[in-house]
């Protein structure tokens, strides 16, 4: 068994976020500091330099100064007023958190926001750029073009942050060649070859997934995703550097490293890119994601800039045969982890006492069973009745709810195992459901079955196949409004890039990539729904050029809330395959009640 090299983590709080209180005192801080500084608007956005899902403590620039803990949204502050804009999944949260008399909340489907309207003519507005992309930049002025003056500056939040917690100095740890399936130095080889192509001379990571990859090394500067954060440069000839903070640098790293790349302080990197423009070199950076200090640094000092997307997040994308048994073994723990608690589940639920709270407990208690489970890959979305047709719920103190017998439940959770990482999502039953309940159940599963079972040419993108699972709550004159499927790292961030199944994924599929597949349904204030495996991308066996999909996850599927009548032959054979292959796999490996249960859970239908 494979152990952790890292302490264990407290996978999830439920305490309270953030205080409104908070809000007055610190917005007339940066308002002072605003002042001195002859800015009249300051723009604080959610994101750090690394541009993560999660951001340290250090970096929660966002919620420290409006009280907002999602993980998407930027602030407007001006002198007088104040602006939050979040997108859908926030419109409750978002509210409750700020002190909504001095900040006003606006729901935007895109964070490139159109200022103009907030911001009055003739005044400064102030951006920190290792905090915004070029593209981010270049938009905000061109809309604020003639109207306002847009400029770089120190973050003022920083310099009003008494209590700011310290950056993250955690461990580093180097994967071996049986997690990786490919040593650093191969990658690197391959990258520069690609870097030659693009006639690149040298490529500048900021993306943290992108890095742990390249290098394989893995880190805990994050919640939920055993993320390094640092930066890197990767010459097309020559060896790379690593730039870090010196606290994560051990002798065990830097003899790990020897021979693969130079390791450097983090400070150290604004003169590494200088130099690179000095010399006169193109250096490739990805708009999307690169602050804009990076990019203005480099053509400051003399390089080329190519703006291309990261050329490691497609190969990262594409598991390797190692990485897969990885993910097949994750899948295999924790379906062990989800039979327990889905048997404890069956047997408590009906009883009425259970909260969402202690459902998550419950099932981390499970989990956390297995020595290699280090974390959970994301908070879980606990959402009893009502609270379940809240997509991105996340239940705290305040707002826990008991489980009514015969109500609903959502649990959507996910655990990082060394070996890899998993997203799963299943609706239970604690009662006799509606027959609307079940229609709709019922239509979300069909749809999950029709991705399960497709067979498509390759070069087929998942905004293509994205149809194949609305189509059944599309006949119905109903939908789901959020993307099919994200991509998933391995033992890397449980949302990946580049690739998916929804309309804004047109990248084509190919054999490694690692999908969620999850549709749903859901009817504000009563229930929701939603049922998600992870599914690999494989050669279609008999079918040359075509491909199609295995499925990683390994636990059952609530049939309770099934209208058999709905189903197809093919369908209901898919599910009696599926059930038959967890019980082959899970239940050799659980015993007494939770096996009978399992038994019961996976019986032929």
Known sequence: MTTSPFPPAKFQSFEEKSDPSQVAPRLAALRKAMKAAGVDYFLVPRADAHRGESVPASEARLAYVTGFTGSAGLALVGLKDAHLFIDSRYTLQAPAQTDTALV????????????????????????????????????????LKGHAKVVAH????????????????????????????????DKIE???????????????????????????????????TPFVLGFAVVPQKGKPTLFLDPAKVTPELETALDGVAKIEAAKKLTKALEKLGKNARAVLVDPASAPIAIAETLTGAGAKLIEKRDPVLLPKSRKNEAELAGMREAHRLDGVALAKFLSWFDKEAPKGELTEIG??????????????????????????????????????????????????????????????????????????????????????????????MA?????????????????????????????TGHGVGAYLGVHEGPI???????????????????????????????????????????FAGYLEFETLTLAPIDVRLIDKGLLTEAELGWLNAFHKRVWDEIGPKVSGDVKAWLEGATAAI
């Open 190 to 224: 391959q990258l520069q070859q690609t870097l030659g192509a693009d006639g690149a001379d040298a490529v500048v990571f900021t993306l943290p997934e992108s890095i742990c990859w390249l290098f394989n090394i893995r880190g805990r500067d994050v919640p939920n």
């Open 500 to 542: 998916g199944i929804a309309p804004r994924y047109p990248l084509p599929l190919e054999v490694g990539n690692v999908i969620s597949n999850e549709p749903g349904f859901y009817k504000a204030g009563e229930y929701g729904i939603r049922i998600e495996n992870l599914v690999v991308v494989k050669e279609a066996e008999g």
């Open 359 to 452: 459902i998550v407990t419950a099932l981390e208690a499970f989990r956390r069973e297995e020595e290699s489970c280090v974390d959970a890959s994301f908070d879980t979305i606990s959402g009893a009745g009502p609270n379940g047709a809240i997509v991105h719920y996340r239940v705290s103190t305040k707002t826990d709810r008991k489980l009514n017998a015969g109500e609903i439940m959502l649990v959507d959770s996910g655990a990082q195992y060394l070996s890899g990482t998993t997203d799963i999502t299943r609706t239970l039953a604690t009662g006799e459901a509606t027959a609307e309940q079940k229609d709709r159940y019922t239509r979300v599963l069909k749809g999950m079955i029709a991705i399960s």
């Open 154 to 185: 120190d973050n003022l939040v920083d310099s009003v942050w008494s209590d700011r917690p310290a950056p993250p100095a955690g461990a580093i740890e180097i994967l071996g060649h049986n997690r990786a399936g490919q040593t650093a130095e």
């Open 455 to 483: 067979r498509f040419p390759k070069g087929t993108s998942g905004a293509q196949i994205d149809v194949l699972a609305r189509q059944f709550l599309w006949a119905d004159g109903v939908t789901y409004n959020h993307g």
């Open 104 to 143: 006003d909340v606006h729901e935007v489907t895109s964070l490139a926001i159109d200022a103009k309207p907030y911001v009055k003519k003739d005044t400064v507005v102030a951006y920190d750029p290792w905090l915004h992309t070029p593209g981010e930049v270049r938009d905000l002025t061109e809309k």
